[in-house]
C-alpha cells in the first residue's frame, strides 16, 4: 500500500467511514437540505436545528464514498454549538486546507479533527468528495431552497 | 451481427490460455499509450468503455492531415481543399463500408453518439411525435438515449415508455412487446449496455417495432468496438456510435440513417454547408449528408475515425472475439472468487465489461485504490441512474476490456481489488 494512499485513508478517516456519527434524521422545526454529487451519484441529506443563532445539533444520512461520510461525520462532531459565523469561518478553513491554501502543521489547532483531511488535497478529484456535506450544510443555514451539487 | 458475444464463441472459452490465434503482444505495440508507469506502476488501462486508446495509425493519420493536407472542406477551389475534402469523404466511405451502410448519403458526420441521438430526437421526433404518442427504451439506457427523449416528448405531449430488464440485465422481451402499442412512433435501444455489458438482442427488436410501424434506433456507442456492425442485418433506422470509442479521435461520431427516412427529416442545425441556396426570401438545403452538416466539421476527426476503421477492419475478428471472450470469463471467473465482490450485469450474452460492487467499500474509493496500482477504471453511476436504482446500488465499479488488454491486467486488478479489502476490512 502506498504512503499516499495510507495518508488519504488514515484511521481517523476510516474509522468515521465504518461509524458515522449523528446519522439520522433530525424532527420537526429543524433545517435540512439535500446534496448530491453527479459525477459519482453520491448523495446525502444534512440536518441542522438551530437555536437562535447557534447549532444546537446537527445530523445527516446518505450515501457516498469513505471520504465523504468520514467528513459529514466529523463535521457534525464538529459543528455542534458553534455560531452560524464559526461554522462559516471552520467551512473555509477547511475548503482551503483542501485546496493546499492553507499551512495544515501551522494551523492545527484551529482544524482540530479536520486535519485527517489534509491529504485530500493530493487527490484533487476528491476534494469534492469531502466537501459535499459542508455545501449542503451551508445551503441548509442559508436556506437556498435549491438541493446542491458539487457540480 | 458480427460483435462477438458469450454464445457465439464459448465453445473457444472452454481452452485454459489465451487464444493462442491472437497474438496481444504485437498488437499492444501499435498502441503507444499503453507502455508507460503510473505512480511507478505499468499502465492498466481498464476503461475502454468510457474511451479508447489510440493506435499510432491514428495518430500518425492526424498529424499527417494537419501537417500536409489541413484545409476547408467542399468549397475551395485549391489543391489542399481538394485533398481535404478527398481525405473527409473517404473517411465517409470507409464509416459506409464499416456498417455496411447502402449509400454515403446515410452517413451523417457528427461529434458523437450523443449528438447523433439528439438529432434524431430534435428532427425525426419533432416532425412525427404527436400528442399521445409514445417513445419506447429500456431500463438500461444511457441518459443520452433518456434525456433527448424526454426533451421532445415534453414539447410534443407524447410518453416516454422504458421496457423492464431481469436481475442479469437482460431486457424481458415479452415485457417489451407488451409496451410497443399503436402509439409506438421511435424504439430507442442500446445495442450493448455501457455498464452492464449486456448485448441486446437488437435484430428481434427491430422487427418487433417495425411489425408495429415504429422507426428504429439502435445507440451503438459501446458495440463498435467489439467488431463491425451490419446495419441491414440488424435491420435498425438508425444507428449512431462515438468515433472516439472506436479507436478514433474525440469530438466526431457518426450517424446512420436509411436515405427515406433522412430525406424527409428536417435539417438540425442552419449554416454554411448544409445549404444549396440562400436568399433572405428563400433557403432550400443541399442534399444527403450534408443537410445535417451545417459548419465547417471536425475534418481531422473524420480522417482520424477513417484510419481507426482501417486499423479495425484489418484485425481478425474471430480472433479478437475469442481473445475478449478469454478477457471476459476470465474477469468473471477471478472477480466471482472475491468475497463481499457483486456482480451487476449477468447476462448470457455479454461484452467484455465487468461491473461490481465491493461489501464494505465505495466504487469510489475502489477506483482511488486501483488508481494508486496504475490499474484505470470507471466508478459512479456511468450516466445510467435509472439502471443503477434498478439494481439497488447508488454506483459500481467498472473494468471494460478491448482486445489489447490481458489476463496479466485482471490479475492486477483482482491484486487492486485485496488492496482495498485490506484497507476497507
Known sequence: MTAELRELYNDMILEHAKSPRNYRALGEGSLHRDGHNPLCGDQVTVYVQLDGDMVKDVSFQGQGCAVSKASASIMTQLLKGKTRAEAEELFTAFHDLLTGKLDADAEEERLGKLIAFKDVSKFPVRVKCATLAWHTLHAALHGEAKAVSTE | MSIPVLSEVSPRAARPEASPMFDVRRVRDDF?????????????????????????????????????????????????????????????????????????????FVRGATEGINLVAQTYGRKNLREGDEVLITTMEHHSNIVPWQMVCE???????????????????????????????????????????????????????????????????????????DVHDLGCDFFVFSGHKLF?????????????????????????????????????????PYK??????????????????????ALDWEAVAAHEHDLLTYATTALSEVPGLRL??????????????????????????????????????????????????????????????????????????????????
Do not use: W
Open chain 2, 32 to 108: 503507444p499509450i499503453l507502455h508507460q508507469k503510473i505512480r511507478g506502476k505499468p499502465l492498466v488501462y481498464l476503461d475502454n468503455a468510457a474511451t479508447a486508446q489510440k493506435p499510432r495509425v491514428v495518430l500518425d493519420a492526424l498529424q499527417h492531415y494537419y501537417t500536409a493536407d489541413n484545409a476547408n472542406i467542399h468549397r475551395g477551389v485549391h489543391l489542399l481543399s481538394e485533398r481535404a475534402t478527398q481525405d473527409y469523404e473517404y473517411a465517409r466511405a470507409k464509416v459506409r463500408d464499416f456498417l455496411h451502410a447502402a449509400d454515403e448519403r446515410e452517413i451523417i
Open chain 2, 155 to 229: 414539447e410534443k405531449g407524447a410518453f416516454l415508455r422504458v421496457a423492464p430488464i431481469n436481475d442479469d440485465g437482460e431486457i424481458l422481451l415479452d415485457e417489451f412487446e407488451k409496451l410497443l402499442t399503436s402509439r409506438t412512433r421511435i424504439v430507442s435501444v442500446v445495442h450493448v449496455s455501457n455498464a452492464l455489458g449486456t448485448v441486446n438482442p437488437v435484430k428481434r427488436i427491430a422487427e418487433l417495432a417495425h411489425a408495429r410501424g415504429a422507426v428504429v434506433l439502435v445507440d451503438g456507442a459501446q458495440s463498435v468496438m467489439h467488431g463491425p456492425v
Open chain 2, 248 to 288: 478514433g479521435p474525440t469530438g466526431v461520431g457518426v450517424l446512420y440513417g436509411r436515405e427515406a427516412l433522412l430525406e424527409a427529416m428536417p435539417p438540425y442545425q442552419g449554416g454554411g454547408d448544409m445549404i444549396r441556396s440562400v436568399s433572405f426570401d428563400k433557403t432550400t438545403y443541399n442534399s444527403l
Open chain 2, 292 to 313: 445535417f452538416e451545417a459548419g465547417t466539421p471536425h475534418i481531422a476527426g473524420g480522417v482520424g475515425l477513417g484510419a481507426a476503421i482501417d486499423y479495425v477492419q
Open chain 2, 344 to 425: 451487476i450485469g449477468t447476462a448470457r450474452d455479454k461484452a467484455a465489461v465487468v461491473s461490481f460492487t465491493l461489501q464494505g467499500a465505495h466504487p469510489h474509493d475502489v477506483g482511488t485504490i486501483l488508481d494508486q496500482e496504475g490499474v484505470a477504471i470507471r466508478t459512479g453511476h456511468h450516466c445510467t441512474q435509472p439502471l443503477m436504482a434498478r439494481f439497488g446500488v447508488p454506483a459500481t465499479a467498472r473494468a471494460s476490456f478491448a482486445f489489447y488488454n490481458t489476463r496479466e491486467e485482471i490479475d492486477a486488478l483482482v491484486q487492486g481489488i485485496h488492496k482495498v479489502q485490506e484497507m476497507f476490512a
